[in-house]
């Protein structure tokens, strides 16, 4: 989600908060709203996180700047969790507990939110969900939770399915996370391979957190893949089609869309040049976008 995504959803959602203020709520006073997200503002994914964070101080710059929500204005409260869920589980205990916020305008990443639920859903704090999309926070509905999105594994089920039309006939790899989030990878690789009889040589597991990928993308070369599923964060991806370019082993590479993100693109440079992905939203600079 860029800057201005984030700065449109935050508005709605403090907006549609509004309607909540006039009873006593916890995190309201009669001159604040107090506010907080819990992210991963150091860690692989920080970028999505410090982007995250700054399109929810814009939102609420703007916001108070127009005389705030019923004449309150919106304080907000970040907490970093390193994209931890041990961390997210503190930190998210912290802002309900201790700092009383009103409302959460993000859960961190994937593993981290579904660590977290059981703590948002018995607190009922209104909680958006934009960085994460797992199909546990809407199925079933959780009367809190508002997610944008959809579902990280049905994501990469279309990406792959797109990418064996475009390419039929290949040998395909798929190099995925250790967590939950890199289960949902899988979930939605698996499927579109078995839906397009795919060949698949090499399948390979990363710990997260990982930075060299030498070793993965011999495998993947070794085992004559003739295209990859990149299925890391941010950094991860980049790592992996730069040690193709370094190799010489050009493949197209699918990524998921979190990784086309213009930093992520920037870092690829020319080793971006055959990657593929797929997103529920325009790019910002299509016309479709600016219409």
């Known amino acids: ?83 931890v869920p041990s961390r997210t589980i503190q930190g998210v205990r912290k802002l309900i507990n201790s700092d009383k916020v009103f409302a959460l305008t993000s859960v961190s990443g994937t593993a981290q939110a579904q660590a977290a639920m059981p703590l ?58 250790d967590d939950d989030y890199g289960e949902n990878v899988r979930a939605g690789f698996e499927r579109a391979a078995k839906a397009k009889k795919l060949e698949v040589v090499s399948t390979q597991i990363y710990k997260k957190g990982q930075t060299d990928f030498s070793s993965e993308i011999l495998k993947v070369r070794q ?9 890391g964060v941010l950094g991860e991806n980049v790592a992996m089609v730069k040690e193709l370019e370094r190799i010489g082993h050009k493949i197209p590479v699918g990524v998921t869309y979190v990784s086309r993100v213009p930093a992520s693109v920037k870092l690829m440079g020319s080793a971006g040049e055959n990657v593929y992905t797929v997103d529920y939203v325009y790019l910002e600079s299509s016309p479709q976008a600016k219409g």
């Open 223 to 231: 085992a004559g893949a003739e295209a990859l599923l990149a299925g």
């Open 120 to 177: 948002i859903t018995q607190a009922g704090l209104p909680s958006m969900a934009p960085i994460t999309t797992y199909e546990g926070l809407y199925k079933p509905a959780i009367k809190n939770v508002f997610a944008v999105g959809y579902d990280m594994s049905n994501a990469v089920d279309e990406l792959v399915a797109k990418m064996a039309d475009r390419f039929p006939g290949k040998k395909w790899a798929l190099i995925s996370q």
């Open 1 to 83: 989600m860029n800057l201005k995504r984030v700065q449109l959803a935050v508005t709605a959602f403090l907006a549609a908060g509004a309607c909540l203020t006039a009873a006593a709520q916890q995190g309201v006073t009669d001159t604040e709203i107090v506010v907080g997200d819990i992210l991963p503002l150091t860690g692989p994914p920080a970028l999505l996180g410090v982007a995250h964070n700054l399109g929810v101080k814009v939102a609420i710059a703007e916001v108070n700047a127009a005389g705030g929500i019923h004449g309150r204005k919106v304080r907000l409260i970040s907490e970093d969790d390193g994209y």
